[in-house]
């Protein structure tokens, strides 16, 4: 079986060698780039490249918009590195369709843990599976979502949680258990997190948004009228 590619960005050569090295360990290809214009270079010159990880300070191109640049192409998984903890800065990061957003120092441990649940997640949806309910349709193995027929743009994370949602309708679920089933290890955040996609999904969504509901005190639930 081929090694899964990653593409790790950072203009920094010291911390890309300890995320390389990390990665290598868990049998995955690593390909290096040391700014955002040698980044697109190299995505658009590689096939099958299954994530990115990116660095948000760099020079010739940040990483803001070398990620607004591979988004207007792809949908392949970005993990965001930053130096910034500000939560500004994370609203931005998913504003661009980020998946993971991931504040320097951090674990490389940890790092690889989401590498992992992202492409386990990205690789292992049941082929053919299809949900519908209140006329959306979401299709896990083609990654599409249909609302009334019109196929729907969102990122990574936004399907992740809209299948969730489909999957438990009318089930009131906690946000403790929507961190932990749908970004799928220990989050390091808080709620907010959620509360963010939450809102800009039920905005893509447009009337089919209020399907989601806020359980008060406790976190959402999916519901066809």
């Given amino acids: 079986m081929d090694k899964l590619k990653i593409l790790v960005v950072d203009d920094e050569s010291r911390m890309r060698k300890l995320v390389r090295d990390f990665l290598v360990k868990q049998n995955f290809e690593v390909l290096e780039a040391g700014d955002g214009a040698e980044a697109l ?3 658009f010159g590689t096939e099958d490249i299954a994530l990115i990880i990116l660095d948000v300070m760099m020079p010739k191109m940040d990483g803001w918009q070398t990620c607004r640049e591979i988004r207007a192409y792809s ?3 970005i993990i965001m590195l930053t130096a910034k903890s500000d ?3 994370e609203l931005q990061g998913f504003d661009l ?3 993971e957003y991931i504040s320097k120092p951090f674990s490389p441990k940890i790092l690889v843990a989401r590498v992992e649940a992202i492409l386990r997640r990205t690789n292992s949806r049941s082929a053919g599976q299809v949900l519908e309910a209140g006329g959306i349709s979401l299709d896990k193995a083609a990654h599409i979502v249909m609302v009334d027929g019109r196929q729907l743009e969102l990122s990574f994370k936004e399907f992740e949680l809209l299948a969730y949602f489909m999957e438990n309708q009318g089930i009131a679920l906690s946000r403790e258990k929507i961190l932990n089933n749908v970004w799928n290890y220990d989050y390091f955040g808080d709620a907010r997190t959620i509360d963010t996609h939450v809102k800009k999904l039920r905005s893509k969504l ?6 989601i509901k806020t359980i008060w005190g406790m976190g959402y639930k999916f519901e066809v009228a």
Avoid: N, S
Wanted: proline share 6%.
């Fill in 97 to 99: 369709g980020v998946d």
């Fill in 206 to 211: 447009g009337d089919k948004g209020d399907m």
């Fill in 75 to 77: 949908k392949v998984p």
């Fill in 41 to 43: 270079d190299i995505f």
């Fill in 87 to 89: 939560e500004r800065d």
